[in-house]
T-cell receptor, first 111, second 113 residues
Framework: QQPVQSPQAVILREGEDAVINCSSS?????VHWYRQKHGEAPVFLMI?????EQKGHEKISASFNEKKQQSSLYLTASQLSYSGTYFC????????????FGQGTELSVKP | DGGITQSPKYLFRKEGQNVTLSCEQN?????MYWYRQDPGQGLRLIYY???????QKGDIAEGYSVSREKKESFPLTVTSAQKNPTAFYLC????????????FGDGTRLSIL
């Protein structure tokens, strides 16, 4: 079951904040977040585990709400370098390394 | 530097032809994965391997085949049975375990002539 990301696309001005959500209809064990620049490899941002704490990476942080089976990625004081497509990848229980990715959220940061 | 190397960067396939995409890693990772990426559809898993000489089908394995004879190599063959092969193909590797991130190669873009 593919997780659903929202919004599909967002345009920001430098310094503005954004939230990207990743929701699943099934119980999740972990959520992985990646960012991909056009034509390049996805780059790992962070992993959130069931029962774990909110994580942070510079001005990018994320949370995992087990009751809602939803993870949110928070980008604060956005920079031009934050532009790209953000993907969440989810795992349910013990399924080894297999991730199911959402369809992506395209983020554009303008000067 | 350790990493994942995919080759070629661009590949063209004729009708009825099989083509093989290369993926090599020197990260000493046991697990390797192949994804297909189409515009607006995210990454879809084709095949994955947790250990040498073993692999499993992902969500869209039809028309594809793989082998895992060496830990560092996981080639993907796009067969003539795959009727819509035009896409961006990404290879990844990881240390097995739920907490481990996947490391991606730079991808191969496959097109039909």
């Amino acid at each position: 079951q593919q997780p659903v990301q929202s919004p599909q696309a967002v345009i920001l001005r430098e310094g503005e904040d954004a939230v990207i959500n990743c929701s699943s209809s099934k119980a999740l064990y972990s959520v992985h977040w990646y960012r991909q620049k056009h034509g390049e490899a996805p780059v790992f941002l962070m992993i959130l585990l069931k029962g774990g704490e909110q994580k942070g990476h510079e001005k990018i942080s994320a949370s995992f709400n087990e009751k809602k089976q939803q993870s949110s990625l928070y980008l604060t004081a956005s920079q031009l370098s934050y532009s790209g497509t953000y993907f969440c990848g989810t795992k349910r229980g013990n399924q080894g390394g297999k991730l199911i990715f959402g369809q992506g959220t395209e983020l554009s940061v303008k000067p | 530097d350790g990493g994942i190397t995919q080759s070629p960067k661009y590949l063209f396939r004729k009708e009825g032809q099989n083509v093989t995409l290369s993926c090599e890693q020197n990260l000493n990772h046991d697990a390797m994965y192949w994804y297909r990426q189409d515009p607006g559809q995210g990454l879809r898993l084709i095949y994955y391997s947790q250990i040498v000489n073993d692999f499993q089908k992902g969500d869209i394995a039809e028309g594809y085949s793989v082998s895992r004879e060496k830990k560092e190599s996981f080639p993907l063959t796009v067969t003539s049975a795959q009727k819509n092969p035009t896409a961006f193909y990404l290879c990844a590797s990881s240390i097995p375990g739920v907490e481990q991130p996947q490391h991606f190669g730079d991808g191969t873009r496959l097109s039909i002539l």
